[in-house]
């Protein structure tokens, strides 16, 4: 129904940024939240950042405020994640995903629509 494509990831050296981007494609929903979560090798899933329909809500992950920031271009319907000051501990598949309702959520079994992922390694 939705189709979620990611794209940005890569190579960076401790301290470098990166721009991650999400173009949403299929069912529409007229308005929804979209979010920021990844997964390191044998950990769980854990959330990084989510934005409302509008743009005027945000919410971070304490491991990563300051550091990251979470946009919206609606008329594109695409969600980005510009990632400053990077860490090793950053290093993980950083997935998108789609809330169909305007409020974020912070937990993973709030999204229902996911991508496929995209690799992001900070070497040290």
């Known amino acids: 129904q939705v189709q979620l494509v990611e794209s940005g990831g890569g190579l960076v050296q401790a301290g470098g940024s990166l721009r991650l981007s999400c173009a949403a494609s299929?069912?529409?929903?007229?308005?929804?939240?979209m979010g920021w979560l990844r997964q390191a090798p044998g950990k769980e899933r854990e959330f990084v950042a989510a934005?409302?329909?509008?743009?005027?809500?945000?919410h971070y992950a304490d491991s990563v405020k300051g550091r990251f920031t979470i946009s919206r271009d609606n008329a594109k319907n695409t969600v980005y994640l510009q990632m400053d000051s990077l860490k090793p501990e950053d290093t993980a598949v950083y997935y998108c995903?789609?809330?169909?309702?305007?409020?974020?959520?912070?937990?993973?079994?709030?999204?229902?629509?996911w991508g496929q992922g995209t690799q992001v390694t900070v070497s040290s």
């Open positions: 995903a789609v809330r169909p309702r305007p409020q974020i959520a912070t937990h993973s079994y709030e999204y229902n629509y």
């Open positions: 299929g069912r529409t929903f007229g308005s929804y939240a």
């Open positions: 934005i409302s329909w509008s743009g005027g809500t945000t």
